[in-house]
Nanobody
Framework: QVQLVESGGGLVQAGGSLRLSCASSGRTFSGYAIGWFRQAPGKEREFVAAISRMGFVIYYADSVKGRFTISRDNARNTVYLQMNSLKPEDTAVYYC?????????????????????WGQGTQVTVSS
């Protein structure tokens, strides 16, 4: 069993920055790739970014590429999502999740169904 806790959300003006954290209580944290997803009201949960077990492979959604940076510190059992140049359309609840999938073009790592354990989410609100 893996428990994930997101933190770092809040209210920020457009153009501002936030850093989200995803902390795990599991002892096998480095055995999982981690994905960040977000869900706005009335919309489906969408992929934001993913990082492989050792951090060597990273993917971003086109909508956040160049603005968001995902990283991980396996010694601290934590994954981060640095969000810069935030836009009102980034407003959503942000979730982190674990997967045992390899991150490559043949695996559904951009789909929520590919992930096993989820955190409770953290709200990000960007005002215009």
């Amino acid at each position: 069993q893996v428990q994930l806790v997101e933190s770092g959300g809040g209210l920020v003006q457009a153009g501002g920055s936030l850093r989200l954290s995803c902390a795990s209580s599991g002892r096998t944290f480095s055995g999982y790739a981690i994905g960040w997803f977000r869900q706005a009201p009335g919309k489906e949960r969408e992929f934001v970014a993913a990082i492989s077990r050792m951090g060597f492979v990273i993917y971003y959604a086109d909508s956040v590429k160049g603005r968001f940076t995902i990283s991980r510190d396996n010694a601290r059992n934590t994954v981060y999502l640095q969000m810069n140049s935030l836009k009102p359309e980034d407003t959503a609840v942000y979730y982190c999740a674990t997967t045992t999938m390899d991150l490559n073009r043949n695996t559904p790592f951009t789909q929520p169904r590919g992930y096993d354990y989820w955190g409770q989410g953290t709200q990000v609100t960007v005002s215009s």
